[in-house]
């Protein structure tokens, strides 16, 4: 039986409705004449959907393509890593438990930003030439197809791409696997003796019986890391990655235009997380439609 979902707002919607139109308000007012900033919004505009000179894209949507591909496949990454760690806590060897607990303990109680420096200038520098990956990442001049291109970008920053993938992941597993973690935790016992009373195997009990009521569980924790992720992918700026923050950086300096440009580059990281949290929502929605 399904459930009507109410659409009724309650007093603290109203509420916040309320604070967001007096803040809209004020900057109506402010830009009436009281405030010295001068907006340029349909210059700020233009200069956004301005094309290249080679006809391609304007800058600012590489910006954007390149931070839908960043969390692409960082939460890819970031998913599969997580789970494997969740996974490792569970593990009946004390020395994949240990390696679980230990980066997953390391990882959380460094900085962001810190990681990322030590990741990028000291690690990556030195894991491409290891796997042998230098012709294709760095010295690869060879054309690409429309795949590739839609999927990784530019050849030449197939190098930065994976860095800004795997220092984005890394630090998010850490936190999915905590949370794939308190979701086997929170599975009864008595379901693993059950599947183990059908004869299923280990694979065959997470697949049929466990996971699907670990993704139930999960599903609000997982929401929020997926969304934390897309927000700290703007930390990756700070490495040279021409993402969505660091494109917007350079055109609000050199254009002078810093509020409008800024509003915009928010406005896109929100419409990126709304959607993923209506996402989420939906799909929990569903789960507790289908109980």
């Given at each position: ?113 810190v990681f990322i420096f030590i990741f990028y200038f000291f690690i990556a520098n030195q894991l491409v ?163």
């Open positions: 039986m399904q459930q009507k979902v109410s659409l009724r707002l309650n007093r603290l919607d109203w509420t916040l409705l309320a604070i967001i139109a007096s803040f809209v308000l004020w900057l109506w007012v402010k830009e009436s004449g009281s405030l010295a900033y001068h907006w340029q919004w349909s210059r700020a505009l233009e200069l956004l959907f301005t094309r290249k000179s080679d006809g391609s894209l304007p800058y600012f949507f590489d910006g954007v393509f390149s931070t839908l591909r960043l969390t692409f496949w960082g939460m890819l990454f970031a998913l599969v890593f997580g789970v494997l760690l969740g996974l490792g806590r569970r593990s009946p060897l004390a020395v994949i438990r240990a390696i679980s607990n230990s980066y997953i303990q390391l990882i959380r109680n460094i900085p962001p930003l030439p290891l796997f042998g990956l230098e012709s294709l990442l760095r010295e690869h001049n060879g054309d690409i197809n429309a795949v590739q291109s839609f999927l990784f970008g530019s050849a030449n920053l197939w190098e930065n791409l994976i860095a800004g993938v795997l220092c984005i992941g890394m630090i998010s597993a850490a936190y999915i696997g905590e949370v794939v973690r308190s979701g086997l935790d929170a599975i009864p016992q008595g379901q693993h003796e059950a599947a183990r009373s059908l004869g299923l195997s280990t694979w065959d009990r997470y697949r049929y019986i466990i996971a699907p009521q670990v993704f139930k569980v999960i599903i609000p924790s997982l929401a929020g890391q997926c969304i934390s992720l897309v927000k700290d992918s703007s930390i990756i700026s700070l490495i040279s990655i021409q993402e969505l923050t660091f494109v917007g950086t350079e055109i609000a300096n050199s254009s002078g235009m810093i509020f409008e440009i800024w509003i915009v580059v928010a406005l896109c990281y929100f419409i990126l997380c709304f959607g993923l949290s209506r996402l989420f929502a939906y799909w929990e929605r569903d789960n507790v439609v289908n109980k």
